[in-house]
């Protein structure tokens, strides 16, 4: 079977599975690893992010790719790459409250994986630091800076060198480098993410350039998700953090064109009603697929492209496919979902689809706030 072919997404033994249902397509997802290390130029520069897939199947996949770098935005999620024993592993949040011991518990229960995580303010720096102390552990971190989200993060300037400066003072830290994540950047034209990019990646060049100055060790610098990641990935001094590639989306699909990873990931759902003439309503609701964007992009179905969603309710959705739609009870609609994150997080395990056959499951470990720790 060509990853290439119209009917790709097609199961054989669909009637196998209940709906609504998470498929992944094993085939496609090794295609995208393939394609994911084929478009950098150093695979050591690679640190995917794990919130699309939140799994230990597909962590074990980029394991033996070569892929010893990860990213990820919760305990449970650094918890899972802690099982998979990942060598370095970056929680991208600043742990806060319980959080902290959460963290140091980590630290200690998963050896074999060096931990880092954020910071971005000075109380935050004494709080970990006074935590570490505490536990006997050095944690490893990186300053987390505001480069457009304005949502966490400092801004790159002066202040931000002052708290890079604390934080090599300080003892029970040990602070590795920048972290810079640029989400605000998604425009569709290439042009204009570079022309963004470039402004962020002159006040990181000029941030590192004082922290060196002040006779700092050079620092790490992690940056980017999927949108940018053709920019930095050509700059041997930046690691790139994609997560989405993965699995791919049809919003990413639509919008990143130069990127061409493979959609590896579905929701199957069933016609439950003919609500009129023209409508039909599967059984797709809030709870099945991501809903955070508007009604009308929030799922594509392959095989009737021209749906049109007219509600969605908890476990309904109503779809308008006008006059003569042919589509009876019980008929199978293969959705691309708009968002692949979180919808991948609304189910606890993915049905994995080869060569067009259900041939197993994979846990969504991750999506839970809690595995152990």
Not at 181 to 210: C, F, M, N, P, W
Not at 220 to 243: M, N, R
Not at 334 to 360: F, M, W
Request: hydrophobic share 45%; with cysteine.
């Amino acid at each position: 079977m060509s990853n290439m072919a119209a009917d790709w997404y097609l199961i054989d033994d669909v009637e196998l599975l209940d709906s609504p249902s998470l498929v992944f397509y094993q085939e496609r997802i090794t295609a995208n690893i393939g394609k994911l290390k084929g478009n950098i130029p150093a695979t050591d520069r690679l640190r995917p992010h794990v919130k699309t897939h939140k799994t230990v199947e597909i962590t074990q996949q980029l394991l033996a790719a070569g892929i010893t770098k990860f990213k990820c935005a919760t305990i449970a999620e650094a918890e899972m790459l802690g099982l998979c024993k990942a060598p370095d592993v970056l929680l991208a949040y600043q742990p806060v409250g319980p959080k902290i011991d959460r963290f140091i518990q980590l630290i200690k229960t998963y050896p074999d994986t060096a931990f880092s995580c954020l910071i971005d303010n000075e109380f935050s720096l004494k709080e970990i630091a006074h935590a570490a102390i505490a536990s006997g552990v050095i944690i490893s971190l990186f300053l987390d800076l505001n480069v457009g989200m304005n949502r966490t993060g400092i801004l790159p300037d002066e202040q931000a060198l002052a708290l890079y400066e604390a934080a090599t003072a300080q003892k029970g830290i040990k602070i590795l480098g920048l972290h810079a994540y640029d989400g605000h950047i998604h425009d569709a034209d290439y042009s204009l993410r570079e022309e963004q990019a470039a402004v962020i990646l002159t006040a990181i060049h000029k941030l590192a350039e004082q922290i060196v100055r002040k006779g700092m060790s050079e620092p790490v610098i992690i940056a980017g998700g999927t949108p940018t990641f053709p920019i930095y990935a050509k700059l041997d001094y930046i690691e790139c953090s994609p997560g989405t590639f993965v699995l791919w989306d049809k919003g990413y699909q639509d919008a990143f064109t130069e990127q061409d990873y493979l959609t590896a990931a579905l929701v199957i759902t069933r016609v439950i009603s003919l609500t009129s003439a023209t409508k039909i309503t599967v059984d797709l609701g809030h709870k099945s697929v991501a809903a955070e964007n508007p009604l009308k992009k929030r799922v594509h179905f392959l095989n009737a492209p021209t749906a049109e969603a007219v509600s969605q309710s908890e476990e309904h959705l109503v779809l308008e496919l006008g006059a003569d739609h042919g589509f009876q009870i019980g008929d199978v609609l293969y959705g691309l979902p708009i968002h692949i994150c979180p919808t991948v997080a609304l189910y606890s395990n993915a049905n994995i689809i080869n060569k067009h056959k259900l041939t197993g499951g994979w846990k969504i470990i991750s999506r839970e706030r809690k595995i152990n720790i």
